[in-house]
């Protein structure tokens, strides 16, 4: 057999069955787990995504702040070496030697951005470029030897750094204002500041190579971040998606077929296959049930369930229909022939038997075909009005009337005139039968209080 064939042959035989409940939650139910595992996986990359952007940025203004330091701080200490050998002014020394062992900006710069990019090729060249800022700190302390000994200060008032250093016979032999002016030139003259634009462009070249590489690694990482959230939301569409299959498969397959099963079995019909297998299921067994208890019904003997007299159904029938029809959505009427004793005192029982089966034909004659007609016994009638309600009061009050007039007049004029009396109560949701009967008998004692040939409704 083709797999075309396979396919059609499996696609009929789910049309015919329907589809199962059960198989049809396990699917779901597994489509769903399924779904919201990778969903939390794909939000745990998510998270450790968003962790690394922001520790990238929190990396980014942190290189950006400690390459601040380090340019201030190298700019600084030449901007202090400068000034002293100016001036004289010793407080510019103790500024230099300050920031060069106590603030440390330069240092501490430099080992914050080796600690967070240490793997940089940027970084280690930057780490040489500040070897060569290193090396030329013995050129300021040598202009701060010759300035202080031009400005005539106490060396052994200074740091060690600058005690050590030895000047040049050529240097010794200048006089004071000359080794100032020589300290001076030092720290101004074209090989000092070439060797300070030099550092400065190194350092800022390789500052801004260690922005592109920490840019550039933002960048894809965002780019990472941007992808994860989409498949998040396409995850979450589709689970989204499958709690509304759910809702609306089991709408269509279950609640629908359901509420129209509850309809149907209410007009006492057959029920048609539709919806999920379970509720076909369900709907094949009531059929069944259905047609066997209408043949059954119809193999009752007769006599058993009918009145002799007037084919009308008897007791039996009448608590029959009471206990299997929706009494929630019907009415119930109680119908006495008033006066008929005297009928049969004045003209004879079979004169009175006539009475009641011309009655019994009117009453009859006055409802519809789906509606059960019963005598209860003597001269006492009932009808059971299927799916009728208060809004059919004044319809029933209108058949009343009609019923009313025919007795008053029978055709056959063999037989006297009567008239009826009529109590009547309408079902409701969760009403006992008893509770309904009770009220439809109050219903009737009130009509015949109220001087008979007529109804009266049961009213809360």
């Known amino acids: 057999m083709s797999e075309e064939n396979k396919l059609h042959r499996n696609h009929e035989s789910i049309k015919k069955r329907g589809v199962s409940l059960r198989r049809l939650n396990i699917i779901m139910f597994a489509s769903a787990i399924i779904i919201s595992v990778i969903l939390i996986v794909a939000m745990q990359r998510t998270q450790q995504l968003y962790n690394r952007t922001h520790s990238m940025t929190q990396n980014l203004l942190e290189w950006r702040e400690n390459s601040y330091d380090l340019q201030k701080g190298s700019d600084y200490l030449t901007e202090e070496a400068r000034l002293f050998v100016i001036t004289g002014d010793k407080q510019h020394i103790d500024n230099y030697f300050e920031e060069v062992n106590v603030t440390k900006r330069r240092d501490n710069a430099l080992s914050k951005l080796k600690k967070n990019n240490e793997d940089s090729p940027a970084v280690k060249e930057l780490s040489m470029a500040m070897d060569e800022s290193v090396r030329l700190m013995d050129r300021e302390y040598y202009a701060f030897r010759l300035a202080i000994e031009g400005y005539g200060y106490n060396i052994n008032e200074y740091?060690?750094?600058?005690?050590?250093?030895?000047?040049?016979?050529?240097?010794?032999?200048?006089?004071?204002?000359?080794?100032?002016?020589?300290?001076?030139?030092?720290?101004?003259?074209?090989?000092?500041?070439?060797?300070?634009?030099r550092i400065s462009d190194n350092t800022n070249d390789c500052l801004d190579r260690l922005e592109y590489e920490v840019d550039s690694q933002q960048q894809k990482v965002s780019k990472e971040l941007g992808a994860q959230v989409f498949i998040e939301h396409v995850l979450t569409f589709l689970l989204i998606g499958i709690m509304l299959g759910i809702v609306i498969l089991t709408s269509v397959l279950v609640f629908k077929p359901l509420r129209d099963c509850v309809e149907i079995i209410r007009r006492e019909e057959e029920i048609p296959l539709s919806g999920a297998y379970e509720v076909r299921f369900l709907?094949?067994?009531?059929?069944?049930?259905?047609?066997?208890?209408?043949?059954?019904?119809?193999?009752?003997?007769?006599?058993?369930?009918h009145d002799n007299l007037t084919g009308l159904f008897n007791r039996r029938g009448y608590d029959f229909f009471l206990n299997n029809v929706d009494m929630e959505t019907s009415s119930l009427l109680i119908i006495d022939l008033d006066n008929f004793k005297n009928v049969n005192d004045t003209y004879g029982h079979d004169v009175g038997d006539k009475v009641i089966a011309n009655a019994a034909s009117v009453i009859l004659n006055s409802f519809r075909s789906q509606d059960y007609v019963c005598r209860?016994?003597?001269?006492?009638?009932?009808?059971?009005?299927?799916?009728?309600?208060?809004?059919?009061?004044?319809?029933?009050?209108?058949?009343?009337?009609l019923i009313n007039q025919k007795l008053a007049k029978p055709e056959d004029e063999s037989i006297p005139g009567v008239s009826c009396s009529v109590g009547a109560a309408f079902g409701r949701y969760e009403m006992p039968v008893s509770e309904l009967f009770k009220r439809a008998d109050k219903a009737l004692y009130q009509t015949k209080e109220n001087g008979r040939n007529g109804i009266s409704f049961y009213e809360n």
Request: proline share 1%; hydrophobic share 35%; glycine share 2%.
């Open 159 to 197: 740091p060690e750094e600058i005690r050590v250093v030895q000047l040049s016979d050529e240097d010794m032999q200048l006089d004071n204002n000359q080794k100032i002016n020589a300290a001076i030139m030092y720290l101004f003259d074209d090989e000092y500041t070439e060797s300070k634009m």
């Open 283 to 305: 709907a094949k067994n009531y059929n069944l049930m259905y047609y066997t208890t209408k043949e059954n019904q119809s193999k009752l003997n007769y006599d058993a369930n």
């Open 376 to 401: 209860l016994g003597g001269d006492e009638f009932a009808v059971i009005m299927i799916r009728a309600d208060s809004s059919m009061k004044k319809l029933i009050e209108n058949k009343i009337d």
